[in-house]
């Protein structure tokens, strides 16, 4: 008696436990069909329910936009332009710009914030008016998931009842995105080594070991590189495979003095020059290894009256203002720190150029800028900003103790 009793008991635990286990299968594995039949647009409570499966599809997305940017949701300066798609620059010319896993994470949470409210539209409950306040995601990467904390604060009022108020959303998404970065990353730091030489029979071991593949093309922007994740289910638009694209660039054409660099100059027009504690900044500029003095908006000649390229060989940083080196197809501009954390030189301006174009702008790997990219160009050391267009680049410079530097890369034969 005793045994069959055993038996029962540990029936119904079989039972229960079988039951637990469709449950949460249900729960993670609902298609939006299925998601949809479980929410009753007239019950506060399935606002969360909505919301999560909302977050969860955002994220996917969010996911795969992110990975065809090399990991980012906003293009850094520092990428294509006239790609079939545009991407980060992972190696431009000898140095690496690889955004981290924080950018990776904080671009993917970019994505959510930003886009979050197109998929969560409300007016399908009915019976109660919800208002939404301004999102906040938190994103955390995994091996093999992307986990994310939302924190959307939600008021929803029914016609009848008691004010409700939600503002956390989890939800998770099975996916190898930072596996896919951290491979990029160990292609990028092998290939600045190798230059232009790529093992194609490395890449395929590589795709091998991790049930990968990985592609590579050349076009005028660069080699372009692609890493395709054979396990993941996530697609983009007309079901695309998911892939983690990125731009390589060995050499740059304009680096090499070309036919019709005829009279090419610059000036540089101060807008605002402002020293903070013991900034010294003054709105001058010294070019070349003997610092030789320009007034701010005084045209600087890049050629000479034969027409050829002047190359200064190197710059003195040890002065007032702006350090400015010529290269061939290139300016270089240097803004020397050494200031304490409280002290700052503030400098805005603007680099036109006559008879040439621009065609990118690269952090000095010496002398970086801070954050270039992110659209701020707060009064603190933390952030510079550069824009750059054909025939002039606006800057924005915050100086302490780092110097700030930047290549101007120019094009020459421009017809006006």
């Given amino acids: 008696m005793k045994r069959k009793a055993q038996v029962t008991v540990f029936i119904i635990l079989g039972i229960i436990l079988l039951i637990t286990a469709a449950i949460l299968f249900f729960l ?20 969360q329910i909505f919301v999560e499966g909302c977050l969860g599809s955002v994220i996917e997305d969010a996911i795969f936009d992110v990975a065809q940017k090399g990991g980012y949701y906003e293009l850094p300066v520092i990428s294509t332009t006239n790609a079939y ?13 690889l955004p981290g896993e924080d950018q990776l994470a904080e671009s993917i949470g970019d994505y959510i914030e930003n886009n979050i409210a197109n998929c969560t539209l409300f007016e399908a409950f009915v019976g109660m008016s919800i208002t939404a306040g301004t999102p906040q995601a938190d994103v955390m990467l995994r091996d093999n998931e992307v986990e994310v904390q ?20 989890p939800a998770s998404v099975d996916s190898r995105i930072l596996t896919l970065y951290n491979i990029a990353e160990e292609i990028t730091l092998t290939q600045q080594e190798h230059n232009e030489m790529v093992c ?19 076009s005028d922007e660069g080699t372009l590189f692609s890493v395709f994740d054979l396990d993941s289910e996530i697609e983009g638009p007309d079901d695309q495979q998911l892939s983690f694209r990125f ?9 090499v003095a070309e036919d019709g660099c005829e009279d090419v100059s610059i000036n540089i027009e101060f807008s605002r020059v402002e020293n903070i504690g013991n900034g010294n900044a003054d709105e001058y500029i010294y070019v070349g290894p003997d610092a030789n003095f320009y007034f701010g908006e005084e045209g600087i000649k890049l ?102 530097g930047f290549y101007l890369y120019y094009e020459c034969g421009v017809e006006e």
Wanted: glycine share 4%; charged share 25%.
């Fill in 200 to 218: 194609i029979s490395c890449l395929a071991v590589l795709g091998y070991e991790h049930n990968l593949e990985v592609l590579t093309v050349d």
């Fill in 303 to 404: 050629t000479d009256f034969n027409d050829e390229i002047i190359i200064d060989n190197g710059l003195d940083e040890d002065v007032a203002g702006l350090a400015l080196e010529r290269g061939n197809g290139f300016v270089r501009i240097v803004d020397a720190g050494g200031l304490s954390s409280e002290d700052l030189e503030v400098l805005d301006f603007v680099v036109n150029i006559e008879n040439a174009q621009f065609t990118s702008v690269v952090s000095d790997s010496d002398n970086p800028l801070e954050n270039q990219g992110d659209d701020f160009y707060y009064d603190d050391a933390s952030h510079d900003e550069i824009y750059l267009y054909s025939d002039y680049a606006e800057v924005y410079l915050r100086v302490a103790s780092l110097d700030d």
């Fill in 28 to 47: 993670v594995d609902l298609s939006s069909e299925e998601l949809e039949e479980q929410i009753d647009y007239t019950d506060t409570s399935s606002v």
């Fill in 247 to 255: 731009f390589h660039k060995y050499y740059d054409e304009t680096i």
């Fill in 150 to 169: 939302l924190s959307y604060p939600l008021t929803i009022q029914p016609e009848e009842g008691i004010e409700v108020e939600l503002n956390t959303f």
């Fill in 85 to 97: 798609v545009n991407s980060a620059f992972y190696l431009y010319l000898s140095d690496t710009y």
